[in-house]
C-alpha cells in the first residue's frame, strides 16, 4: 500500500478509510507518530487494547515493507487474513506454507508487493530468513509477545534473545516490541535487549468489562460445570487446566453434557489442535479446554469467560490468560477454583525445577503474589493492577466488591491447629498431612489416631467446634503465608516454619474471610443465564428494540455465511459491535454506512450492497 499514489497518507485518514474507525484510542496516535519518526518503541496495552494498530499503520505509510515477528501461526494467519480483507497486502511465512507458496511470498517481498510480512522468530533468525530480509527495503520491525525475551518472564523463548542482532543489522530501522503484560523489570529487559533507547508507552491495564472471581475449590469439576450451565449457556470460553490428562477428562465431561467442548494441549496430534484451533476461531458457542499451550496470541473477540481449574503460577500468567476474555469490550468473566492443592502444587514444581536458586527465589516470590491475589478479602482488580505499579480505586466489579466477605479474627484457631502440629511430631517423632492433624483437631478416633496416642494429646478435640472445610480454609491461608510448608515429596506432610512462632506467641495476628452462606448462588441469580442467551447475546439485546434486535440476527447469519465463504472467523468480516451498530443506525446509502465504526473502504464496497439489502428486507440472510 505504501508504493501506491491513491493511498491514504496521514494515520487518520488510513485509520478512518481503511479500518473505518473515527478516532484512535489511548496511547495509539503518540506511539503511531513515535515510529513514524522512525525511533524505538516499547507498547504495552491490555489484550483487546488495539496494540497491532500502533506498527501495522506506521508500516503502511513508511516506504518498505513491515516485518513483524510473531510466535504464533494461529495469529499470524487470522491477522494476515483480517488485513487481507482490509485490502491491505499481507502475508506470512510459516511451517504450514509448501515450498512454493513460500518461494511466491518471498519473490513478493522482494518486488515490494508487501505491506506486511509475518514471521516466526525463527524462520526470521534463518539464514534464508535473514537473506531474504537483506535484499528489502525495511519499513519497520514489531516484536510481538515481547515478555518472551524475558528469562525471568513466565513465557520466556529463548530465539526471542537472539533478536537482539536486529539493532546490528539494521540500525536505522525503527523497532517496536508490544507486550500485553510485562512488571518492571521485564519492561527493563526488553528495552536493553530488544531496544535502542526505547521510549515506554504504557497504558492502564486496567480491563474493567471483566469480571474477576474466585471460588473455594471443593469439587472444581462440578463447579465449573455449574458455573458454565449457569452463566454461560452456549458461550465462547477457555478452560485452562495444568495437566494434560485433566484437559482430556475435563472436555470429555464437559461435552458428555451437551457442551461443545475441545481438548488443546501439545500432546494432541498436530493436525488435531490445527483443526480444534480452527473450530475455536471459526465457530459460535465452543469451549476450549487447554493447558498453557493454547491461547497466546489468540484474536478472537467474542470469549465470553476464562476459567482456571488450577491456579496460575503467576499474575503475568494470569493477566495473560485471563485477557483473552471480552475483547470486544462486551461483559466477561475471569472464573477460578483455587485450593490448598494448588499452593502445594506450584511450589513443588519451583521444587523439582532445574533452575538456579535465583531463578527458584523469583518464581516462589511470583507465586506469593498469585496467592495473595487469590487470597485477597479487598478488591482483586486494586490488587491486580497494583502489580503492575498502577494505582486503582475498588472496582464494584469483581466478587469481592459485590459480595464483600466478612473478616473474622482466626488466630486462636491458627494456635491451636500449628500447636497440634507440633505437639503430633514431639509425641511420634514423625510428621503428619493434613487430614491427620484435622481428626485430632476435631476429636475423630481411627487407627492411625489410636496407634500413635494422639486421642491422648493435649489439643485432641479442642478443634470440634470447626469443621473438616473450616480447617482447611484455615491451613490454606496459613500455607499461603508461609506459615507452614507442606512436603510434597513426602506425603504432604505438614510443618512448622520460623516465622509460625510469631502466631503461636501471639505475636502475630491471623485474619480470615468467611462468607454468608449462599451468595454464590444470590451471584448467579443476578448475573446468570435467562431464556437460553448467552451473556454475549443478552449485552447486545439489551441496546436493541425487538426490531433492531431481529435485525441484528439476520446480519449475524449473513455474516456467519459471508466469513464461511472468505474462508475467514466471522469477526474477521464485522465484530458484534459494528452489526450492532448497524442494526440501530439502519443505513440507506454505501455514505451513510461508512459512518458506522468498523466499515472502511474495502468493506463498504465488498459488502455494503448486501447489507443495505437485508436492512431493506430484501435480500435473504443466506443469499
Known sequence: MNARHDSPSTPEEVLQHIWGYPAFRGQQRAVIEHLLGGRDALVLMPTGGGKSLCFQIPALLREGLGVVVSPLIALMQDQVAALRELGIRAAFLNSTLDAQTAREVQQQARRGELDLLYMAPERLLSESGLSLLEGCRIAL???????????????????????????????????????????????????????????????????????????EKRDGRVQLLQFIRSEHTGDCGVVYCLSRNT????????????????????????????????????????????TIAFGMGIDKPDVRFVAHLDMPKSIEGYFQETGRAGRDGLPAQAWMAYGLSD???????????????????????????????????????????????????????????????????????????????????????????????????????????????????????????????DWRLLLRQLVAQHLLDVDAAHFNVLHLTDASREVLR??????????????????????????????????????????????????????????????????????????????????????????????????????????????????????
Open 343 to 469: 499452593v502445594v502444587q506450584q511450589r513443588r514444581l519451583i521444587e523439582l525445577s532445574e533452575a538456579d536458586d535465583a531463578y527458584k527465589r523469583l518464581s516462589t516470590a511470583k507465586l506469593d503474589s498469585m496467592l495473595a491475589l487469590a487470597e485477597a478479602a479487598d478488591c482483586r482488580r486494586v490488587r491486580l493492577l497494583a502489580y503492575f505499579d498502577e494505582a486503582s480505586t475498588p472496582c464494584g466489579n469483581c466478587d469481592n466488591c459485590l459480595n464483600p466477605p466478612e473478616l473474622i479474627d482466626a488466630t486462636e484457631a491458627a494456635q491451636k491447629l500449628l500447636s497440634t502440629i507440633y505437639r503430633c511430631r514431639q509425641a511420634s517423632n514423625t510428621s503428619f498431612a493434613a487430614t491427620h492433624i484435622i481428626d485430632v483437631l476435631r476429636g475423630k478416633r481411627g487407627e492411625k489416631i489410636d496407634r500413635h496416642s494422639h486421642h491422648a494429646l493435649s489439643t485432641f478435640g479442642i478443634g470440634a467446634d470447626l469443621s473438616e472445610a
Open 141 to 215: 520491525f514489531a516484536i510481538d509477545e515481547a515478555h518472551c525475551v524475558s528469562q525471568w518472564g513466565h513465557d520466556f523463548r529463548p530465539e526471542y534473545g537472539q533478536l537482539a542482532m536486529l539493532r546490528e543489522r539494521w540500525p536505522q530501522v525503527p523497532r517496536v516490541a508490544l507486550t500485553a503484560t510485562a512488571d518492571v523489570p521485564t519492561r527493563h529487559e526488553i528495552v536493553q535487549r530488544l531496544l535502542h533507547d526505547g521510549t515506554e508507552f504504557v497504558s492502564s491495564f486496567d480491563r474493567p468489562n471483566i469480571r474477576y472471581r474466585v471460588v
Open 506 to 623: 501471639g505475636q502475630r495476628r491471623i485474619h480470615l474471610k468467611r462468607r454468608e452462606p449462599g451468595t454464590e448462588g444470590k451471584r448467579r441469580a443476578k448475573g446468570g443465564a435467562a431464556g437460553g442467551q448467552s451473556a454475549g447475546t443478552r449485552a447486545v439485546m439489551q441496546a436493541l428494540s425487538s426490531a433492531d434486535a431481529a435485525l441484528f440476527e439476520r446480519l449475524r447469519t449473513w455474516r456467519a455465511a459471508t466469513a464461511k465463504e472468505h474462508g475467514v472467523p466471522a469477526y474477521v468480516v464485522f465484530p458484534d459491535a459494528t452489526l450492532q451498530a448497524i442494526a440501530i443506525a439502519r443505513p440507506v446509502s454505501l455514505d451513510a454506512l461508512r459512518g458506522i465504526s468498523g466499515v472502511g473502504d474495502k468493506k463498504r464496497d465488498n459488502f455494503g450492497p448486501a447489507l443495505l439489502g437485508l436492512i431493506e428486507g430484501q435480500v435473504s440472510p443466506d443469499a
Open 247 to 290: 484437559v482430556e477428562e475435563v472436555a470429555q465431561m464437559l461435552a458428555g453434557h451437551g457442551m461443545a467442548a475441545l481438548p488443546y494441549h501439545a500432546g494432541l496430534p498436530s493436525e488435531m489442535r490445527a483443526r480444534h484451533l480452527r473450530r475455536f476461531l471459526d465457530e459460535d458457542g465452543i469451549v476450549m479446554v487447554a
